[in-house]
């Protein structure tokens, strides 16, 4: 990606205001990189990212496929030798694309993104039985399932599952759903 010629040196500090996720700590010493289990499918890299955050490049990084692809499965952070909160520090930038209006490199994974976290907002934890279709509703893939037949598979096993005691029928709520929702809503 070309790096805009206006950087925006506030946006690493509003993100550092929200988390604190120690971006300026990164010394680019790639453990992260070599560690992401998802670095092939991505664009830039992780400590590339953290690279254009430090140097104010938030189209870049807003628009970058990686905030997307990433799994937030933590290794990274769990590899960085200074602390950087990166995995936290993606799941922020997804955030602030959605809020900015920034369209998603990753549509499918932004609408199972807002999907998860609405199902969340609902009921202070995932409703399996849930999320699955309203992704598709979201992310508009119901149709071209029906359309293949593809959801004679889904729904087949969705009965083994059903039949096992595996998925639930009506979401189950949690006694800090309250909570929950504050967290979402500041976040």
Request: hydrophobic content about 40%; glycine content about 8%; charged content about 20%.
């Amino acid at each position: 990606m070309q790096p805009s010629l206006s950087p925006d040196f506030s946006f690493l500090q509003k993100a550092e205001a929200a988390g604190p996720f120690n971006a300026a700590e990164c010394f680019q010493c790639r453990k992260c990189t070599n560690g992401c289990p998802a670095s092939f499918e991505m664009d830039l890299f992780p400590d590339q990212v953290i690279r254009l955050a430090i140097l104010g490049q938030k189209e870049e990084v807003l628009r970058s496929r990686t905030i997307w692809i990433c799994a937030s499965c933590e290794t990274c952070s769990t590899r960085c030798p200074n602390g950087v909160r990166i995995a936290e520090l993606m799941d922020y930038f997804k955030e602030m694309s959605i809020r900015t209006g920034v369209s998603p490199a990753q549509p499918h994974v932004a609408s199972l993104h807002q999907t998860f976290l609405g199902n969340v907002r609902l009921t202070g934890r995932v409703f399996e039985g849930g999320l699955l279709p309203a992704w598709w509703l979201k992310s508009g893939q119901l149709g071209s399932k029906i359309r293949s037949g593809g959801i004679r598979n889904e729904m087949k096993m969705a009965l083994k599952l059903f039949r096992k005691g595996r998925l639930a029928t009506t979401p189950k709520t949690i006694k800090g759903k309250a909570e929950v929702g504050a967290i979402l809503r500041s976040s």
